[in-house]
């Protein structure tokens, strides 16, 4: 045998091996995984066998969180249990609308689904030029077939500067409306010279199973829906009420109280979580530091909203600057990963990815390379640079947090990784992304968040770092236990204790009005 000939039979003898041990790794391994569904008694906990999860310590949290008197000692005087009016409708239309034009032409359309507004672009005459919304006038329809002859006569009245906000029937009830000059990009004729506002009675609304608390799924609860008890994600009795300004808090009072320092928590499920709305991280945080400065002048609000990511955020910062925040702290990365950055790699997947993928043992290859997932991954923290841009433009400071996960695979036991990987392919990430490539994809996150903070001279939290733990804190692989709650409070705590004014730490706490609409 020659010796090219020889090196040919060894090179295809080696193949023939190697993909002999990898279908051997591979059978061997999903044998192995089937005999883990059936027994390891957190996946049969988790899958609602009526096997008890092993261990309850991470449901509870200390006894000083449980003393509701001590709590209310240092309750921030920006809230209240209260009864208070859902904020006023034209206030919080004149907000949004004046958000709208901080956005791009892209960006303005899910705007308006997601709030359930329609926005006519009026020329000054009052003939409309175009439309953002989900339910658009028809093509060459009148202002008055519209709206009906009453709005429309209003909004004419508004395009030739007589009034900005008005009351108007329309489908058979008073709604509001409001008028504004347009600004910003436009790619339809005209110019326009109005922007007209107002509610989309006429939008399908598509409503998670929760559907009592939605007004727009996973981006606006109904301000003050009524208290329910429910199941969160990680199977905790949650007990949940929406205030007046559609937020899992207690009622927030505007104007702000004088001398008052107001935190705005920003954030999805892993901010909203909590077994109630007193004892969410947002909560706690606000106990912490209260009872760190010897009385009650910091105001924290939980303005996490479950299911929400970045993308929504920059769609949604005129609620949370409605709040009148003198600090927002941003606690977000598992929506945009999960539900953002995964589904575009496993769909945008080259033919190679897709033939390999459904390997276990090479399911690292189902993903792009670290340098194509951190262009991917800075793409979408872009959306955090425009919040900090919008909220320095007013003198309100941010703070960008890094993302806590459980310990990484070779630090668990192999009942806990296990655990982690299961639901990491079946809930969150999707069978082809394990619990590894989640947390690769998180630490390339959690570093462009340092990034941005260095280059934009802000602080950052590192949560990641502060908060880590497996079972004992973290119910899955991002939402956290009482126990996990309540760490990351403290550690925020001491984090933001710093960044707080000087001033706070004396004297009474101030007086609190008994309106909370932001237009009092």
Not at 134 to 161: D, F, H, I, T, V
Not at 241 to 257: E, M, Q, T, W, Y
Not at 375 to 392: E, G, I, W
Request: a neutral charge; one cysteine or more.
């Amino acid at each position: 045998m020659s010796r090219t000939a020889r090196t040919v039979f060894l090179l295809g003898s080696a193949l023939l091996w190697g993909i002999v041990l990898l279908l051997g790794a591979e059978v061997l391994g999903r044998a192995r995984w089937r005999r883990v569904l059936d027994t390891n008694p957190y996946i049969r906990a988790w899958s609602g066998s009526g096997v008890p999860e092993p261990g309850t310590n991470g449901n509870q949290f200390s006894e000083e969180l449980l003393d509701e008197a001590l709590r209310d000692r240092f309750r921030g005087p920006g809230q209240t249990r209260e009864p208070l009016p859902a904020w006023d409708a034209a206030t919080v239309l004149r907000a949004r609308a004046e958000h709208f034009f901080a956005l791009d032409e892209v960006e303005r359309r899910p705007f308006a689904s997601l709030y359930h507004v329609q926005v006519l672009a009026l020329s000054a005459e009052g003939d409309i030029l175009g439309a953002y919304g989900p339910a658009p006038p028809k093509p060459g329809q009148s202002l008055a077939e519209c709206l009906g002859a009453e709005a429309a006569a209003r909004a004419r009245a508004a395009c030739a500067g007589a009034a900005d906000d008005f009351t108007a029937p329309l489908d058979g009830e008073d709604r509001v409306f409001h008028a504004r000059p347009f600004s910003g990009d436009w790619q339809g004729g005209g110019p326009p010279a109005v922007a007209l506002f107002y509610p989309n009675t006429r939008q399908p609304r598509d409503l998670p199973d929760d559907n009592d608390l939605w007004d727009s799924s996973f981006f606006t609860y109904r301000p003050l829906a009524a208290l329910r008890q429910r199941v969160d994600v990680i199977g905790r009795a949650a007990q949940f009420s929406i205030n007046n300004a559609g937020f899992r808090d207690d009622n927030v009072i505007l104007p702000k109280p004088p001398g008052v320092f107001r935190i705005v928590c920003v954030g999805a499920s892993t901010t909203e979580e909590g077994p109630s709305n007193d004892l969410t991280y947002p909560n706690l945080l606000e106990f912490y530091l209260n009872r760190a400065l010897g009385g009650r002048r910091v105001d924290v609000v939980n303005a996490g909203v479950s299911g929400i990511n970045s993308d929504k955020h920059v769609l949604k910062l005129a609620d949370y600057l409605l709040l009148e925040p003198d600090m927002i702290v941003v606690y977000n990365a598992a929506n945009d990963i999960c539900h953002g950055l995964f589904p575009k790699w496993v769909t945008g997947a080259s033919a190679l990815q897709r033939a390999v993928r459904s390997l276990r043992v090479l399911d690292a290859l189902a993903l792009p390379g670290e340098a194509a997932q951190r262009r991917d991954v800075r793409k979408m923290t872009a959306n955090l640079s425009f919040l900090c841009d919008q909220a320095a433009a007013r003198g309100i400071r941010v703070a960008l947090c890094t993302f806590a996960a459980p310990l990484p695979p070779a630090e668990l036991p192999p009942v806990e990784r296990d655990f982690f990987e299961f639901v990491t392919r079946r809930d969150w990430a999707g069978r082809y992304v394990s619990y590894a490539s989640y947390l690769r994809t998180l630490g390339l996150y959690n570093g462009e968040i340092e990034a941005l903070c260095r280059e934009r001279g802000i602080p950052c939290l590192p949560v990641a770092d502060r908060v880590r733990g497996s079972k004992d804190i973290f119910g899955d692989i991002f939402h956290m236990k009482n126990r996990g709650i309540e760490r990351k409070a403290r550690a925020m705590a001491e984090m933001v204790l710093p960044l707080l004014p000087e001033g706070l730490s004396a004297g009474a706490a101030p007086q609190t009005p008994s309106n909370g609409s932001p237009d009092s």
